[in-house]
């Protein structure tokens, strides 16, 4: 039974014609009134949907307790990571308020922790030094390789902060237009590989820009191809000129956060669900420390200083910038994306609730365009942060009620008093926070055994990103893993099959000793879809395939003359064979190893291109002049369907595809058996 007859045997039905408009009208329709128009409000606030439906009683102390954590650490991580971005402390604690404060309103995750991370606040602080350098005491960025300063298009007038306002707003807009288009799909060429190999590139970058506060140095900054290089060596220089009471300060900081996380946490988390907040301690130790001894008059020791006080008022952000920061920002966005993907994909997974992709993308785009009418930088979500959010047992966003409430507490009242603090005390906080990404290098093991192409992409990706700016390095990153995509599919693998005799299943005949190759037919399996990169290696196959049976049947012709089988003639009734007739059958029953029939398994092709559908008709057509026939089996709905619309069947009759091998082979057989049938009744009469 063939394709054909396989589909009207069992009332195969055809797909409806696409009626684009109707459809959209009848949408558009229902979205516009009634419970439509709430529920597609639902859709871009789904605060709407489960405020009304929050379970107080269950729900309530456990967000409490998680958004006070949250809160804990959102203090001494904006401050840290306010400086990784080449801003004031202050900006930091802005940017972790007004954004997940605006996140709880649009996004679906009920434990991620929106506010600044390393990576985005690193990628923000490369954008600010490249186009807005800091001068002081004659120290500039410098570009590794042509010494560029300042880029020509922005303003000397223009402040930082209103520079990554308007990155907040442009990477909002960017964000918003992913969602629109429906690009949340770009996730799955971020593969975990890209995104470790990436993330720990970044904290390279991060680890080394805090080396200089740690040691109490200024130091130029670079960008551009080598930057960490010569960063390291302009601090090997300045070594000499190390400020002692600097140095002392940040080792007995590092050892107070690694001594508190790696060895007292782990045992308080077996008793309480909440963790020591070892950073906020260091915070309030040091400025205290800094205050009572004044480290900063008698020690030259460089502290945080003015710190404001207040919510600022907010204002419009530099829209004439946008064009400018476009590049920069759509890397930002990605980033940030990816990341809130990332763990939200896991939260979710692991207490059973949906997260819709789409809408996170919203979520984050209207947060940044929000927040950008305020002095922020882009934020997104934080690894760590998230974790103890989950560890803390929080159920739902309105934790963020309650973290936020202790920020604005920070900012409304107690900032003035933090202005004592150590800056090397928040470079300490964030590389000891570095931990967990340099703690990604123990993929790499189990990752070269499981898969060379995943090994690469993390080398790459880390390479890339360790020796380039964090942007060029993920736009790299991104472009290998799509080149292995290429190389996956150029590569492709194939397998001749055989059948099985005690089930008449068909598998490689290279895997399975007790399958056997077919007299006369051979079956070719071609394991990725079809398409302009790979045509050629499957015209190869098919060549391979049939040039392999041809030797075959040369070495075995001499060998096999003298074994023919002789059918044994039974004489009833008195009649019997002549010796002529008995020599025509011996003839014909000889088995022969001849290539007559290829049946190619088209299981893994889930759609053609143009040169796939030319390739198809060409093979078949070469095959054909040799005196071979061509059998297409497991050929996918949609295949046939696009391969119908384009008059494929004018070329190669619909009768030789089969829904399956085993169909394909039964045909065979059973022309064999009709030649058989004809052959013997000619052989009589004559």
Not at 151 to 172: F, H, K, M, R, Y
Not at 471 to 498: E, N, P, Y
Not at 660 to 684: C, D, M, N, P
Request: aromatic content about 12%.
């Amino acid at each position: 039974m063939n394709q054909e007859e396989f589909d009207i045997e069992y009332d195969r039905l055809a797909l409806p014609p696409k009626r684009t408009w109707p459809g959209m009208r009848r949408k558009l329709k229902s979205c516009l009134i009634g419970q439509g128009l709430f529920s597609q409000i639902c859709g871009f606030l789904p605060i709407l949907h489960w405020l009304p439906n929050y379970q107080w009683k269950n729900n309530l102390f456990h967000d409490i307790i998680g958004g006070l954590t949250v809160g804990i650490m959102h203090v001494p991580q904006g401050m840290a990571y306010a400086s990784l971005a080449s801003l004031d402390p202050i900006y930091g604690l802005y940017s972790s308020f007004f954004a997940s404060s605006f996140y709880m309103f649009f996004g679906t995750s009920r434990h991620i922790s929106v506010g600044v991370f390393a990576v985005a606040s690193l990628m923000v602080g490369s954008v600010r030094l490249r186009l807005l350098p800091d001068i002081t005491d004659d120290q500039l960025i410098t570009e590794a390789f042509n010494g560029t300063t300042m880029d020509a298009e922005i303003d000397a007038s223009i402040t930082p902060i209103q520079l990554t306002t308007a990155l907040t707003l442009t990477v909002g807009v960017v964000q918003i237009a992913m969602g629109a288009l429906r690009l949340d799909f770009i996730t799955a060429y971020m593969s975990d590989q890209l995104l470790a190999g990436f993330t720990t590139g970044a904290a390279c970058h991060v680890f080394v820009a805090q080396l200089n506060k740690i040691v109490g140095v200024k130091l130029p900054r670079y960008s551009g191809f080598g930057m960490l290089i010569y960063m390291l060596r302009d601090l090997g220089k300045a070594l000499p000129r190390t400020n002692i009471v600097t140095a002392i300060v940040s080792i007995c900081s590092i050892a107070f956060l690694v001594i508190g996380k790696a060895l007292i946490n782990p045992w308080v988390k077996k008793r309480f669900p909440i963790p020591i907040p070892f950073d906020l301690l260091l915070v309030v130790f040091g400025t205290a420390a800094s205050f009572q001894i004044n480290l900063h008059g008698n020690y030259h020791v460089a502290i945080v200083d003015h710190i404001p006080r207040g919510i600022p008022n907010p204002s419009l952000p530099r829209i004439d910038l946008v064009l400018t920061l476009l590049s920069d920002a759509i890397g930002i966005a990605i980033v940030c994306f990816v990341v809130t993907i990332s763990m939200g994909k896991l939260f979710a997974k692991r207490h059973r609730y949906r997260l819709v992709a789409g809408q996170e993308l919203y979520a984050l785009g209207f947060m940044e365009c929000l927040s950008s009418f305020f002095p922020v930088f882009p934020a997104g979500t934080a690894l760590s942060r998230s974790l103890v959010c989950e560890a803390a047992g929080t159920k739902t966003q309105l934790y963020t009620i309650f973290s936020s409430l202790l920020l604005l507490i920070v900012i409304l009242w107690v900032g003035p008093f933090l202005e004592a603090l150590p800056k090397c005390i928040l470079a300490c906080i964030v590389v000891v926070a570095l931990q967990g990404l340099f703690m990604q290098f123990k993929q790499l093991k189990p990752l070269w055994t499981l898969s060379k192409f995943d090994f690469l992409v993390w080398i790459v990706s880390f390479l890339a990103t360790a020796c380039c700016d964090v942007t060029q390095g993920l736009a790299i990153s991104v472009a290998f893993v799509l080149m292995t995509v290429v190389f996956r599919c150029q590569w492709a693998k194939w397998q001749q099959l055989g059948q099985l005799a005690d089930c008449g299943e068909f598998c490689d005949l290279s895997r399975y000793g007790s399958a056997e190759q077919l007299i006369g037919v051979r079956v070719l399996r071609f394991a990725t879809q079809l398409n302009f990169a790979n045509v050629e290696l499957f015209k190869r196959a098919v060549q391979t395939v049939i040039d392999d049976s041809i030797a075959a049947t040369k070495t075995k012709a001499g060998a096999s003359s003298g074994g023919s089988v002789h059918l044994v003639v039974k004489h009833e009734n008195g009649y019997g064979v002549d010796v002529r007739t008995a020599k025509k059958l011996n003839t014909w029953s000889k088995p022969t190893s001849k290539i007559e029939w290829l049946i190619i398994d088209c299981s893994c092709f889930a759609y053609l291109d143009a040169m796939g559908v030319d390739t198809f008709k060409e093979c078949f057509m070469d095959l054909k002049r040799q005196g071979i026939s061509v059998y297409f089996a497991n050929v996918s709905d949609d295949v046939r369907d696009m391969l119908n619309n384009i008059g494929f069947y004018q070329h190669i009759s619909a009768a030789n595809f089969f829904p399956s091998i085993k169909s394909a082979y039964e045909a065979i057989q059973g022309i064999r058996k009709l030649h058989s049938a004809v052959f013997i009744t000619s052989v009589f009469r004559t």
